[in-house]
């Protein structure tokens, strides 16, 4: 009556006779030699040692390599499962397994050696740490983590053999970092698996009295499960789909979780039942779903279609919740046999045994893990961006070709923008849901149809940190403001040591061409001007750290007073530039000029920059800085001497001109409609200058006040999709 839940139970008296027997019942065409020559290497290596239980150690890789046989791993795996102790607690070399057994079986056990060498803690940043050395162990050959997944779940079922301590320190470890793998992997009855027992050793009251909760009404549900076994068994006979139905209590972590996140008690939770519908093929099991949503009640927004679209780890199955006999909450899961071993095994599915089949390794998702590693400094940050990864199912929404993207839930159109490419989510503005301009932090719903909005003039700022909901685009936008900073320390390094040169009659480029900066580089521990330039511009050191290690800078035949004017000159300067500006930083000014103290800031009237638009500053003579857009034409006609780095003042709250020109067909009334629907957007128009064009078109220049960007593109928008109007452009 129970699913076909995979048994890991602990056997204290496996045979290899009982190993090569399971091997052949999946596979029998298999050759087992390496198999049992294997058990052999490892019972003669562990002949000495003892478990914690007081069982020869052997037992332990004995019931490592039957979890991978139900897991349906290739032999190379299971033989790997048989020696992975072996070169940590048994001195064998490493050449040793490799001259014996050949580089592929030798691969995962010295890539099992080396995550077991691994120290766990409980502090978080070490568990971080140690998890992304597994997700980095893992890109290089998933079967090693499989092979610790299997290590670790017989650890875990033996755990009682330990002192307290230890259980929970093995607890909390499985559950941080263990757990979430077998998610990632889509290795479902291990996951489950190994919740039930972390939730046994980290909170035994629950634990027990959960199994205390649900053996008392023991009898009273597996009636009910048989009854509705039945019923639905008849209802789907009548409409002839021949399928294997079971039904079980949800798993102990899975209902402590209901239980922990609503706040209630053990009583209060209705749907603790499941049942799985087995059938033949796709088809039938849509036809199944239809068949019981007319026989029972469906609960609104509890249906999920993983078969239309898979989760990221090639899950797939329908999921729907409906009121069953009695009023009671059921959940059903619809799926083929196929998929029903793909979720129960996960990626381990690909081996299924078979010596000549190549490892899948390079799965998508496994190279977004390494590409996140690249990316991101800390570890505890890259394990919440792979945790908030495994947590990504939620919505499903569309491009406005039909393509999906799978979301967490509370994602915004950013998040969307991200999912489909980098360059899209950098160069967003805006997006319209279901044809509506909406903004960027908008939360989406399943079903919607989002179309991204981009500017090649658009850039990330900090804000969007606060908008995004997924890993991915946060990790992307940090890297782009990463790479913003690193330019701007950047110029700062340069214009500091440039000034600081120039009190001593030099500059950069004369000290460079004659390589006096080598000291300085070899001193300094970097690797050339640039690296010297943005350290210093990020106060990693000082101008005078750098000037003490040129030699055609004598800084010691100075007197004091000269010495300790420059010093303070120097000190003062770094002080000046490096503070972004945060002395000009208030209400009043929209642009923020990077070291200069109540400067006059103007806008350029070529390109009339407004707030979203990268911008680059212009030192001009008596009128302070001017500020153009970075792809204005006029920035190319002006000498880099003068620029100077400036940036949007985000407290600023006033609205900016802009000028847009429209283009329409010559119609009674239109300029009064496109007025109206400028006004309705709550958009101010301070000027309109109207013309008639040849052929019945007519021209119109509006000079509108808007926030940002982004307002600007929804009355851009608003205007386009008005019939009569052939083109909006800004002016």
Request: some cysteine.
């Amino acid at each position: 009556m129970d699913y076909h839940r995979l048994d890991f139970s602990h056997e204290g008296d496996l045979t290899i006779e009982e190993i090569k027997r399971r091997v052949k019942a999946g596979n029998p065409d298999a050759n087992t030699d390496n198999l049992v020559k294997a058990f052999e290497f490892a019972h003669h290596h562990h002949i000495n040692q003892k478990r914690s239980s007081g069982e020869p150690y052997i037992i332990h890789p004995m019931n490592v390599a039957a979890t991978l046989i139900k897991l349906k791993m290739d032999l190379p795996s299971i033989c790997g499962g048989l020696l992975h102790d072996v070169v940590e607690d048994c001195d064998v070399s490493e050449e040793e397994i490799r001259e014996t057994f050949g580089d592929d079986i030798a691969n995962i056990v010295i890539g099992c050696t080396k995550i077991s060498k691994i120290k766990f803690k409980t502090k978080e940043e070490s568990q971080a740490e140690n998890f992304r050395k597994m997700v980095v162990a893992m890109a290089k050959d998933i079967r090693v983590i499989i092979v610790k997944l299997a290590d670790r779940m017989h650890n875990m079922l033996t755990l009682q053999y330990v002192s307290k301590e230890k259980q929970v320190k093995k607890a909390q470890e499985t559950l941080d970092i263990y757990v979430p793998l077998a998610s990632r992997l889509g290795i479902n009855s291990v996951k489950s698996e190994l919740e039930d027992l972390c939730l046994r050793f980290l909170h035994p009251e629950v634990y027990y009295r959960l199994a205390e909760k649900i053996a008392m009404k023991k009898s009273e549900r597996d009636q009910y499960i048989r009854e509705t076994v039945e019923n639905i068994e008849e209802k789907l006979s009548e409409y002839s789909v021949h399928a294997e139905v079971y039904g079980r209590s949800k798993h102990f972590y899975s209902i402590y979780k209901k239980m922990h996140n609503r706040g209630v008690d053990y009583e209060q939770i209705q749907d603790l039942l499941a049942f799985r519908i087995i059938v033949g093929n796709i088809t039938e099991c849509y036809k199944c779903l239809g068949i019981i949503h007319s026989s029972y009640t469906p609960v609104p927004g509890r249906f999920k279609d993983y078969i239309a679209i898979p989760k990221v780890n090639d899950y797939q199955s329908l999921h729907t919740t409906v009121i069953g006999p009695k009023a009671e909450r059921i959940e059903i899961q619809i799926r083929t046999q196929e998929m029903h071993e793909i979720a129960e095994t996960g990626v381990a599915a690909h081996w299924m045994y078979k010596e000549n089949k190549k490892s899948k390794n390079k799965l998508k998702w496994v190279e977004e893990l390494m590409e996140y590693n690249n990316e991101i400094q800390t570890s505890s940050e890259f394990m919440d961006a792979v945790k908030n990864d495994l947590e990504i199912s939620g919505i499903f929404v569309f491009t406005p070709t039909g393509d999906v993207k799978e979301l967490k839930y509370g994602a915004t159109p950013l998040d969307f923008a991200y999912a489909v490419h980098t360059d899209v989510g950098n160069k967003c503005v805006g997006a319209k849901v279901n044809g509506k301009m909406v903004p960027l932090k908008h939360r989406l719903k399943s079903g919607d149809t989002v179309e991204v909005l981009t500017s090649k003039t658009q850039e990330p700022s900090k804000d969007w940190l606060k908008i995004v909901k997924t890993s991915r685009a946060r990790t992307k936008i940090k890297q782009h403001l990463l790479k913003v900073e690193r330019e701007k320390n950047k110029t700062i390094g340069e214009q500091m040591l440039e000034k600081a040169l120039k009190t001593y009659g030099t500059n950069i480029k004369t000290l460079e061409k004659k390589k006096e900066f080598k000291k300085a580089y070899d001193q300094l521990n970097v690797k050339n001007l640039e690296e010297l330039v943005l350290h210093l511009g990020s106060g990693r050191f000082s101008v005078r750290q750098i000037l003490e290690h040129i030699a055609s800078i004598d800084t010691t035949s100075e007197d004091e007073l000269t010495k300790e004017n420059k010093n303070k000159e120097f000190d003062s300067l770094y002080k000046q530039l490096s503070s972004s500006a945060k002395k000009t930083s208030n209400k009043d000014n929209a642009v923020i000029v990077d070291g200069l103290d109540d400067i006059m800031v103007r806008m350029g009237k070529c390109c009339n920059p407004i707030p979203g638009d990268p911008i680059i500053g212009f030192i001009t003579r008596g009128r302070g800085v001017t500020v153009h857009t970075k792809v204005c034409q006029r920035v190319n006609e002006i000498e880099d001497t003068r620029k100077i780095f400036v940036e949007w003042n985000d407290d600023y709250s006033f609205r900016h001109p802009v000028s847009v020109r429209v283009i329409t067909h010559d119609r009674p009334g239109i300029l009064s409609r496109i007025t109206n629907n400028i006004h309705g957007h709550g958009t101010n128009i301070k000027s309109a200058i109207a013309k008639s064009l040849p052929d019945m078109k007519g021209s119109f220049l509006f000079e509108i006040e808007v926030k940002d960007y982004s307002e600007y593109l929804k009355v851009v928008s608003l205007i386009e999709a008005m019939e009569e109007v052939i083109s909006v452009n800004r002016a």
